[in-house]
């Protein structure tokens, strides 16, 4: 995904050698990760036979959507110095009503609104919370993240719900391929291009790179602080939930327990992608790259037949190296 | 191991040709790979849903080492979902992509794995199902059964008891579908025996402590000579109920039984403290045998019911560390 930066937004908001600087450094990490991605690749298709397998690049694919797509809304939140730890839940809470009104017979597009506005509803309750009542992020997302797993299970008795008659209109989603592709892909690609040019090319995007970087000067410059945050954790939500109905088609069942673990996969891969927990730093280019290396190092780790709880120490070891690098070339 | 393991084959899958030569409707049979020729070169991929319980460690490390002793055209991948669905679908198509010849699969649950597995059937690899079954056809799906079990149980009870006495129940987690026919076919059998009564039942959710709770209140509540027996879903529970009659002091005349055959148990057995387990088999090795007979083309189309073993201090030496 070859991009070409503009110089102007970075201008506009920080001043113009302050933005040429920031321009220049976003380019040489989002290159630093591409070699990275390029490296990993590489070394996989060297490895196993398997690898470059039609078949399996499009595993990786649909992997880097699934997790893909929830990554990109916490970029949104982490962008602002935010963290949102209920995605994970919101997909769980969506997965099972969406399950459960596919089964008492409601018409599909109706279900893929619903997951939607849910998601988009728990999202600006985490905002809500966090800008009226002044809640830190980090405590707001975890009683989110607690309470709707709770509700998730309470729902659903704790079984999961299948999906079994009407699985055929809503399968599509997760299932099918369009094109060649998985659809999961193609909805990844969409909202990646959305997220991109909302982040790059509209005010609320350069708002929320403000926020991230200096909250109070941003407050001071006229910038709608709270406004911002309130879009970004939404929009989170909303993403969570788009996840959510891609779960349920893929495998035809609303789990309570889906989505468990996913907020920290998806920090990780935000993280890797370059961007600071500090905010003001990182984008979806970065996510998407980030992605795209912890799927291929999971689909290689995976078919050299390493074992799952190695797998988890060199996933952990590759997010605090990817970090510390991160760290050092800002710091130069 | 598996010469000392009776297995009753119960075909029940229609359609298709059974190639197998020894293999017929409700056959005894104690090797599937006997008289097999070995020297085919098979690649088995094996999904596990979770490893975090003992009797899943069995099933798979079972499968493994048996594999690698006595199948060695074997190359057999292991991956475990870690009790994530999602990820186990994820698992099976990476072993897709591996070119496998067959599919063994213990699905973590019913209805996530069911569209990946019928991927694989449709794709002409045969999948064999261990312990749980997905909502798709397989070629073989190998289980015990709980109900039949709990029915051995109540035979047990009766004839050690000779149609008479008091038994307290210790059930496991509610709702559980383990739970629930461990129960059924217990009390399928008591019912039939009006001098045999169970005079009381818990839920003790498969965990040592909640039975041994139980079990304190329930030798309050009955005196000496007033319980004769005690009937635990698992062998947790009733390690539990022998803490708290051990405690008391009446262990001479109540007699335990648990289920599943873990080690612990069988050396309770061997001990003189547990009266009796009944072996949940967890499937291995007959997993990988199974797939290994479809791998060569001689499938074992339909369900194959793995036998309990009843182990009592008669035949307890024969299974000394053969649980898990």
């Known amino acids: 995904m070859a991009m070409q930066f503009q110089d102007h937004d970075g201008a506009k908001t920080f001043g113009t050698s302050q933005g040429i600087l920031q321009f220049l450094m976003r380019r040489a990490a989002i290159s630093g990760l591409l070699m990275a991605l390029i490296v990993l690749v590489v070394i996989s298709a060297l490895i196993s036979d398997a690898f470059l397998s039609p078949y399996n690049l499009i595993n990786v694919l649909r992997q880097v959507a699934l997790y893909g797509i929830v990554s990109i809304g916490l970029t949104f939140v982490i962008l602002t110095a935010g963290i949102d730890l209920s995605v994970g839940s919101i997909v769980a809470v969506v997965s099972v009503s969406t399950a459960m009104l596919l089964n008492i017979g409601v018409p599909v597009p109706v279900v893929i609104l619903a997951g939607l506005a849910a998601g988009t509803a728990f999202g600006l309750i985490n905002g809500l919370g966090i800008t009226l009542l002044q809640i830190p992020p980090f405590i707001m997302t975890l009683g989110a993240m607690v309470m709707l797993r709770g509700f998730a299970l309470t729902l659903a008795d704790g079984r999961p719900i299948d999906v079994t008659s009407t699985a055929n209109n809503f399968s599509w989603i997760g299932g099918a391929n369009m094109a060649g592709m998985p659809v999961a892909v193609w909805i990844f690609l969409a909202v990646a291009a959305l997220s991109f040019l909302v982040l790059h090319y509209t005010d609320f995007g350069r708002h929320i790179y403000a926020v991230g970087s200096n909250a109070e000067a941003a407050r001071l410059s006229g910038i709608n602080v709270p406004a911002t945050k309130l879009g970004v954790y939404t929009i989170s939500g909303l993403l969570a939930g788009l996840t959510a109905l891609i779960f349920v088609s893929r495998l035809t069942v609303g789990e309570p327990t889906a989505g468990t673990g996913l907020e920290l996969e998806a920090i990780a891969i935000v993280v890797i992608g370059g961007a600071s927990l500090f905010g003001g730093v990182g984008g979806v280019v970065g996510t998407t790259i980030g992605a795209c290396i912890l799927a291929v190092l999971a689909n290689m780790m995976n078919l050299v037949g390493i074992s799952p709880f190695t797998q988890q120490i060199v996933k952990g070891a590759i997010i605090i190296v990817a970090v510390s690098l991160e760290v050092l070339r800002r710091r130069r | ?324």
């Not at chain 2, 009390?187 to 304190?216: C, G, S």
């Not at chain 2, 967890?282 to 479809?294: D, I, N, Q, R």
């Open chain 2, 1 to 324: 191991m598996t010469q000392q393991r009776a297995r009753i084959v119960t075909v029940i899958g229609a359609g298709g040709l059974t190639l197998l030569a020894t293999a017929s409707i409700a056959v005894a049979q104690d090797d599937p790979l006997k008289g097999v020729d070995l020297s085919k070169k098979c690649k088995i991929g094996f999904s596990q849903g979770t490893m975090n319980h003992p009797w899943r460690v069995a099933m798979t490390e079972g499968n493994r080492k048996w594999a690698a002793e006595h199948l060695p055209n074997v190359d057999l991948v292991i991956t475990d979902g870690q009790n994530s669905s999602a990820k186990q679908v994820s698992d099976v198509e990476s072993l897709l992509a591996q070119n496998i010849d067959v599919l063994m699969i213990s699905p973590l649950t019913e209805q996530a794995l069911t569209p990946v597995v019928k991927d694989a059937m449709a794709a002409g690899i045969p999948v064999i199902a261990l312990d749980r079954k997905v909502n798709t056809d397989v070629t073989t799906y190998i289980t015990a059964q709980n109900e039949p079990i709990a029915r051995q149980a109540g035979e047990f009870f009766v004839d050690k008891l000779a149609g008479k006495g008091n038994i307290i129940q210790i059930e496991g987690t509610a709702g559980a579908s383990s739970a629930v026919e461990r129960k059924r076919g217990f009390e399928e059998v008591i019912a039939t025996h009006p001098d045999m009564k169970i005079v009381a039942t818990q839920n003790a959710d498969y965990l040592r402590e909640n039975a041994a709770k139980f079990m304190e209140d329930v030798l309050q509540r009955f005196g000496p000579g007033q319980i004769n027996g005690v009937y635990a879903h698992n062998d947790e529970m009733a390690l539990g109920a022998i803490k708290a009659i051990e405690a008391a002091g009446r262990q001479k005349e109540i007699m335990v039984t648990g289920l599943d055959g873990q080690n612990n148990a069988i050396q309770a057995v061997a001990d003189g403290k547990l009266f009796a387990t009944f072996t949940f088999p967890y499937v291995a090795p007959e997993g990988v045998e199974y797939a290994y007979l479809a791998c060569i083309g001689k499938p074992m189309k339909g369900d194959v019911t793995l036998n309990s073993a009843t182990i009592t201090v008669d035949n307890v030496k024969d299974w000394v560390g053969k649980g898990f």
